[in-house]
């Protein structure tokens, strides 16, 4: 049971508008900067997101952060099949000391 | 261009010992922070642990703590994971990857990882 909670799916059409949520608390999200990952099937995983809400060179802006309190948001617009995949949330965890991801998510485009 | 080898992953019995290396290339070894990260099969990422880059800090998920050490040895450009008392819930693959900005939860790069399988 991670400590960051993610929805197990999420599902949309092509074209349109998702958005993964990542809550968490006081000790990881609300006091540290959060990073998001593709995991396509058989794949590494692939930074999508760090510090919030930056891109790393190559991800196009279809691909959005955010962080509201002890919640962080994933967002990706103009949805392809392409896009299929699992996406994770990661930050650091001043309690524990450690880092942590949460659960993933799998996102379907219909 | 940045590499990653992860290797040292194979079958060993509950209750067995297991270390894990990671030869790492194309960038600053001795001055970046590394994590290990494992995926059991057909389950999520699971952050597993950290060292700073002089290896003088060093944090472990409360799953491994206790049990697992990591290392370094930046003449060798080298990452190490020493896993004991290994349970069936260990079972995954093994990632080594470098904290981008020091940052223990950012990871650009990614090896192709390595299995380890704790069965009898």
């Known amino acids: 049971q991670s400590v960051l909670t993610q929805p197990p799916s999420v599902s949309a059409a092509p074209g349109q508008r998702v958005a993964i949520s990542c809550s968490g608390g006081s000790s990881n999200i609300e006091n540290s900067y959060v990073s998001w990952y593709r995991q396509l099937p058989g794949t590494t995983p692939k930074l999508l997101i760090y510090?919030?809400?930056k891109r790393p060179a190559g991800i196009p802006d279809r691909f959005s952060g955010s962080k509201s309190g002890t919640s962080a948001t994933l967002g990706i617009t103009g949805l392809q099949t392409g896009d299929e995949a699992d996406y994770y949330c990661a930050t650091w965890d001043s309690s524990l000391n450690a880092g942590v991801f949460g659960g993933g998510t799998k996102l379907t485009v219909l | 261009e940045v590499h990653l080898l992860e290797s040292g992953g194979g079958l060993v019995q509950p209750g067995g010992s297991l270390t894990l290396s990671c030869a790492a290339s194309g960038f600053t070894f001795s001055t970046s922070a590394m994590s290990w990260v494992r995926q059991a099969p057909g389950k999520g990422l699971e952050w597993v642990s950290g060292i700073n880059g002089n290896a003088g800090t060093t944090y472990y998920a409360g799953s491994v703590k206790g049990r697992f050490t990591i290392s370094r040895d930046n003449s060798k450009n080298k990452l190490y994971l020493q896993m004991n008392s290994l349970r069936g819930d260990d079972t995954a693959v093994y990632y080594c990857a470098p904290c981008s900005g020091g940052s223990f939860h950012r990871f650009d790069y990614w090896g192709q990882g390595t299995l380890v399988t704790v069965s009898s």
């Open positions: 510090e919030t809400n």
